[in-house]
């Protein structure tokens, strides 16, 4: 049993950045898939970014890239999520999750692990 702990999260004002954390209680074997989540008061949860355990390849919803950078430190055990030029619309709970097929999808169902999340708010 994988434990994600995320953490990071925080109030901004549009325009800041933050980075978000997500780190796992043991490292995880074979071709797994890390992603970050977020989900608004009463909408549905919903993609954000995703990588693969080599690194060598991420994913991102369209409504962030060019704004957001996924990565992961192995050794640490760590994902990171670097916001930048954020927008009030980013404002949710943002969660990390971990696919242990590696399949990089963007439906939460394919995910096997999560965190409890943490809350980002970005005010005009």
């Known amino acids: 049993q994988v434990r994600l702990v995320e953490s990071g999260g925080g109030l901004m004002q549009a325009g800041g950045s933050l980075r978000l954390s997500c780190a796992a209680s043991?490292?995880?074997?074979?071709?797994?898939?890390m992603a970050w989540f977020r989900q608004a008061p009463g909408k549905e949860r919903e993609f954000v970014a995703v990588?693969?355990?080599?690194?060598?390849?991420?994913r991102y919803a369209d409504s962030v890239k060019g704004r957001f950078s996924i990565s992961r430190d192995n050794a640490k055990n760590t994902m990171y999520l670097q916001m930048n030029s954020l927008k009030p619309e980013d404002t949710a709970a943002y969660y990390c999750?971990?696919?242990?097929?590696?399949?990089?999808?963007?439906?939460?169902?394919?995910?096997?692990?999560w965190g409890q999340g943490t809350q980002v708010t970005v005010s005009s």
């Open positions: 043991e490292r995880a074997f074979g071709p797994y898939a």
């Open positions: 990588i693969r355990w080599s690194g060598d390849t991420t």
């Open positions: 999750a971990l696919d242990r097929a590696g399949s990089m999808m963007i439906d939460s169902r394919a995910y096997d692990y």
